[in-house]
Nanobody, 120 residues
Framework: EVQLVESGGGSGQPGGSLRLSCVVSGFILRTYTMSWVRQAPGKELEWVSHITSGRTTTSYADSVKGRFTISRDNTKNTLYLQMDNLKPEDTAVYYC?????????????WGQGTQVTVSS
């Protein structure tokens, strides 16, 4: 029923930019807080950012604050992550997930992921 499909990943240079998208089906996006999470090689899943359903308040992990911007277009049921000033440490598979920093793991809904590789 619930489907989350990420796209927009690829290769980027340090200091460059990428924009990730997540198309949602099976539920109405505007009613849910949504997150981006990532998994670097050999590392645990790491929460990156979320955006709330009401006032669209945003929160970011310290590692990406000031560089990444989360947004949503509820009319298109699409979540975005604008990634600027990329660093090699951003290399990971990125997933969109239902829920916030507090509860995304409990809700257990995320997509197939999209690979981001940052290198010179």
């Amino acid at each position: 029923e619930v489907q989350l499909v990420e796209s927009g990943g690829g290769s980027g240079q340090p200091g460059g930019s990428l924009r990730l998208s997540c198309v949602v089906s099976g539920f109405i996006l505007r009613t849910y807080t949504m997150s981006w999470v990532r998994q670097a090689p050999g590392k645990e899943l790491e929460w990156v950012s979320h955006i709330t359903s009401g006032r669209t308040t945003t929160s970011y992990a310290d590692s990406v604050k000031g560089r990444f911007t989360i947004s949503r277009d509820n009319t298109k049921n699409t979540l975005y992550l604008q990634m600027d000033n990329l660093k090699p440490e951003d290399t990971a598979v990125y997933y969109c997930a239902l829920g916030s920093l507090r509860n995304w793991r409990q809700l257990g809904s995320w997509g197939q992921g999209t690979q981001v590789t940052v290198s010179s």
